[in-house]
């Protein structure tokens, strides 16, 4: 939205289009004004309270609805492997590892595509085409996370399953990351599944990054004879590292909590296994599958701890990726206007 | 540093050539995702979307045919109450934070707003379930709709604010030194310049919420039939996709195709629709 300096009509009438008009009211102001501004003021005080209410509604309500689990099992409860319901017996590791194997391995995919995307939009593409790329990748964050993972159950799985995961087994079964049966469904495909969903977070906050580097630092490099390639190197990516890095742990906070896509695509097994093509399981699809199930009391307090222990995490996670990019782009972003 | 004075040799000019097609295979690939998902919705779906899809209820296994009317209206009943909550609050927060926001209190709501845009969705949904569902005692509609406008509140909050930072200071002084009380120049002027973006704003979070299946599990639990009590369980589009989708029989497979495609048009339409209707009324505004 840009605002240009209002035209007068009798300067002339026909360039008067885009100004913005001053809504007209009546001009009426009274003692009831004063009380109305006082009124007014406190109840977006309120609204403004509302969030910081609802952070701290998560807490107490988390930790105080999962303290039986909490006094039961103690730091055990992180470090168990059993998952038993039954004899009340709970666990968390399978899930802690499933969420952080595929949460890395979908950083690791997708970190070089999405800079790749945003370097290719911000430094190379055309100009009539950089509107379109970036709207199609933002077009890829709007699709609803069941979407992906229906996408996911009858097209990657597949997919993964005939081509990609017998190659892998051909040629680097040796790393021990790709031994067993193929599936299809397994750790490998949630961490695909999340890769194509982080990529556009990572790529915009990095766009927004490399434009935010001075033009004259581009320009300067490229006087001295650099290539495309050297002055991407040198001047863009040096520059915008520490805001890259705030983009994707933004993408890692989002690969740990995502839960309908993996929950579709993981194969729910609560294992630790080494290779990728094994079944896991994740900390937010366990929620997801067994809490509504949950019989009884110690049972829905390991799933709510569960649900406290990704809180908790994606809190840190977010606070610092939001510290890297405040400090990058501070000056851009919001800033009061006085 | 090395020294550009040379001319430019083979293994800086392939670099760069490699550069180049690294990038543009970097774009391709991800853009190869979204094509096969929005073909797919189309090939599979497309078929399935009829009158009865949108005006039956599901059928059980077995039977063919049945449709998901009731998850439609559900989940329209749903985010109807989540914006209920969200957007008059969240807009009220933005209005905060751009106009009186001076201050370390108002970093710390805007940071507040921030991290709390990434808390997952299942977790906003174990907090609605234990402040509506379990004094209750029963899964409803609304506890679905506190959890929506929960998640909805904070990125309306920061948009609005930064759709209300871009109105110039100028149009603000000149309204409160015409005498006009301070909150007639925020609503009636202010807010009012920015309104179109403020709308924006409030869709974009509409959207995305729209999706959302993760706090509804436990909330609004899903219903195999009409339901149109507020405190009663209901069904949604995307809980009736993820239980189709992960179901063994072929013709709800196809059920979930379709319900996905008409999840999408539906946030499409939603998204358009207030397009239109902004851009048409900032129109006559100017005329």
């Given at each position: 939205?840009?605002?240009?300096?209002?035209?007068?009509?009798?300067?002339?009438?026909?360039?008067?289009?885009?100004?913005?008009e001053?809504p007209?009211?009546?001009?009426?102001?009274?003692?009831?004004?004063?009380v109305?501004?006082?009124?007014?003021?406190?109840?977006?005080?309120?609204?403004?309270?509302?969030?910081l209410?609802?952070m701290a509604?998560?807490?107490?309500?988390?930790?105080?609805?999962?303290?039986?689990?909490?006094?039961?099992?103690?730091?055990?409860?992180?470090?168990?492997?059993?998952?038993?319901?039954?004899?009340?017996?709970?666990?968390?590791?399978?899930?802690?590892?499933?969420?952080?194997?595929?949460?890395?391995?979908?950083?690791?995919?997708?970190?070089?595509?999405?800079?790749?995307?945003?370097?290719?939009?911000?430094?190379?593409?055309?100009?009539s085409?950089?509107?379109?790329?970036?709207?199609?990748?933002?077009?890829?964050?709007?699709?609803?996370?069941?979407?992906?993972?229906?996408?996911?159950?009858?097209?990657?799985?597949?997919?993964?399953?005939t081509?990609?995961?017998?190659?892998l087994?051909?040629?680097?079964?040796?790393?021990?990351?790709?031994?067993g049966?193929?599936?299809?469904?397994?750790?490998?495909?949630?961490?695909v599944?999340?890769?194509?969903?982080?990529?556009?977070?990572?790529?915009?906050?990095t766009?927004e990054?490399?434009?935010?580097?001075?033009?004259n630092?581009r320009?300067a490099?490229?006087?001295?004879?650099?290539?495309?390639?050297?002055?991407?190197?040198?001047?863009?990516?040096?520059?915008?590292?520490?805001?890259?890095?705030?983009?994707?742990?933004?993408?890692?906070?989002?690969a740990?909590?995502?839960?309908m896509?993996?929950?579709?695509?993981?194969?729910?097994?609560?294992?630790?296994?080494?290779?990728?093509?094994?079944?896991?399981?994740?900390?937010?699809?366990v929620?997801?599958?067994?809490?509504?199930?949950?019989?009884?009391?110690?049972?829905?307090?390991?799933?709510?701890?569960?649900?406290?222990?990704?809180?908790?995490?994606?809190?840190?996670?977010?606070?610092?990726?939001?510290?890297?990019?405040?400090?990058?782009?501070?000056?851009?972003?919001?800033?009061?206007h006085? | 540093?090395?020294?550009?004075?040379?001319?430019?040799?083979?293994?800086?000019?392939?670099?760069?050539?490699?550069?180049?097609?690294?990038?543009?295979?970097?774009?391709?690939?991800?853009?190869?995702?979204l094509?096969?998902?929005?073909?797919?919705?189309?090939?599979?779906?497309?078929?399935s979307?009829?009158?009865?899809?949108?005006?039956?209820?599901?059928?059980?296994?077995?039977?063919?045919?049945?449709?998901?009317?009731?998850?439609?209206?559900?989940?329209?009943?749903?985010?109807?109450?989540?914006?209920?909550?969200?957007?008059?609050?969240?807009?009220?927060?933005?209005?905060?934070?751009?106009?009186?926001?001076?201050?370390?209190?108002?970093?710390?709501?805007?940071?507040?707003?921030?991290?709390?845009?990434?808390?997952p969705?299942?977790?906003?949904?174990?907090?609605?379930?234990?402040?509506?569902?379990?004094?209750?005692?029963?899964?409803?509609?609304?506890?679905?709709?506190?959890?929506?406008?929960?998640?909805?509140?904070?990125?309306?909050?920061?948009?609005?604010?930064?759709?209300?930072?871009?109105?110039?200071?100028?149009?603000?002084e000149?309204?409160?030194?015409?005498?006009?009380?301070?909150?007639?120049?925020?609503?009636?002027?202010?807010?009012r310049?920015?309104?179109?973006?403020?709308?924006?704003?409030?869709?974009?979070a509409?959207?995305?919420v729209?999706g959302?299946?993760?706090?509804?599990?436990?909330?609004?639990?899903?219903?195999?039939f009409?339901?149109?009590?507020?405190?009663?369980?209901?069904?949604?589009?995307?809980l009736?996709?993820?239980?189709?989708?992960?179901?063994?029989?072929?013709?709800?497979?196809?059920?979930?195709?379709?319900?996905?495609?008409?999840?999408?048009?539906?946030?499409?339409?939603?998204?358009?629709?207030?397009?239109?209707?902004?851009?048409?009324?900032?129109?006559?505004?100017?005329?």
């Amino acid at each position: 939205m840009r605002f240009k300096p209002p035209v007068f009509a009798s300067q002339d009438a026909s360039r008067a289009v885009q100004t913005i008009e001053v809504p007209r009211i009546e001009l009426r102001s009274s003692r009831m004004g004063k009380v109305l501004d006082v009124l007014f003021r406190y109840s977006l005080l309120i609204c403004a309270l509302s969030v910081l209410a609802i952070m701290a509604l998560f807490f107490y309500e988390l930790t105080s609805r999962s303290q039986l689990s909490i006094s039961k099992f103690g730091f055990r409860f992180f470090t168990g492997n059993t998952w038993d319901p039954v004899s009340g017996d709970f666990g968390a590791m399978p899930f802690i590892y499933g969420t952080l194997v595929s949460s890395l391995v979908a950083l690791a995919l997708a970190t070089p595509l999405a800079v790749g995307v945003a370097v290719f939009v911000t430094e190379l593409c055309p100009r009539s085409l950089r509107g379109l790329i970036s709207f199609t990748v933002e077009l890829l964050a709007a699709i609803p996370s069941v979407v992906y993972g229906l996408w996911g159950i009858f097209v990657l799985a597949p997919l993964l399953r005939t081509y990609v995961e017998p190659w892998l087994a051909k040629y680097l079964a040796w790393t021990g990351f790709f031994t067993g049966p193929a599936y299809g469904i397994g750790m490998l495909a949630a961490s695909v599944i999340l890769a194509i969903m982080i990529v556009p977070i990572i790529a915009s906050i990095t766009r927004e990054v490399l434009i935010a580097v001075p033009q004259n630092q581009r320009e300067a490099v490229l006087a001295l004879g650099a290539t495309r390639w050297e002055m991407v190197r040198m001047a863009v990516l040096r520059n915008a590292r520490a805001g890259i890095m705030g983009g994707i742990i933004l993408g890692l906070g989002r690969a740990i909590g995502e839960t309908m896509a993996v929950t579709m695509v993981i194969g729910n097994r609560p294992e630790v296994a080494k290779s990728l093509f094994a079944p896991g399981y994740t900390m937010a699809s366990v929620i997801a599958n067994e809490f509504s199930e949950a019989s009884d009391d110690l049972y829905l307090s390991a799933l709510i701890e569960i649900g406290l222990a990704l809180l908790i995490v994606t809190v840190i996670v977010n606070a610092c990726a939001r510290l890297l990019i405040w400090s990058i782009t501070r000056g851009q972003g919001a800033r009061t206007h006085a | 540093m090395p020294s550009f004075t040379r001319p430019l040799g083979p293994a800086r000019r392939l670099k760069n050539i490699g550069f180049v097609v690294a990038s543009v295979l970097a774009s391709v690939l991800v853009l190869a995702p979204l094509v096969s998902i929005f073909g797919y919705l189309v090939y599979k779906g497309v078929g399935s979307v009829n009158l009865a899809f949108v005006t039956h209820l599901p059928k059980p296994v077995g039977e063919e045919g049945g449709g998901m009317a009731n998850a439609i209206v559900g989940s329209l009943m749903i985010l109807g109450l989540g914006s209920l909550i969200g957007v008059p609050l969240g807009i009220g927060a933005g209005i905060y934070l751009a106009e009186f926001g001076r201050g370390r209190f108002v970093t710390l709501v805007r940071f507040t707003a921030d991290v709390l845009n990434g808390v997952p969705s299942i977790v906003v949904g174990i907090a609605a379930y234990a402040l509506v569902v379990l004094p209750q005692h029963h899964f409803s509609a609304l506890s679905a709709g506190v959890a929506l406008g929960i998640m909805m509140i904070p990125t309306i909050a920061r948009t609005t604010e930064e759709m209300l930072l871009m109105v110039p200071n100028t149009i603000r002084e000149a309204a409160l030194g015409l005498g006009i009380s301070q909150w007639r120049t925020t609503l009636q002027v202010t807010l009012r310049t920015a309104s179109k973006g403020v709308i924006t704003g409030a869709m974009l979070a509409f959207a995305r919420v729209a999706g959302e299946t993760a706090p509804l599990l436990f909330t609004a639990f899903g219903n195999q039939f009409w339901n149109l009590d507020p405190n009663q369980p209901t069904s949604a589009l995307p809980l009736q996709i993820f239980s189709y989708a992960i179901s063994p029989f072929d013709e709800w497979h196809r059920q979930a195709w379709a319900g996905a495609l008409v999840l999408i048009i539906l946030i499409v339409v939603a998204v358009s629709a207030v397009r239109v209707v902004t851009s048409r009324g900032t129109m006559t505004h100017n005329a």
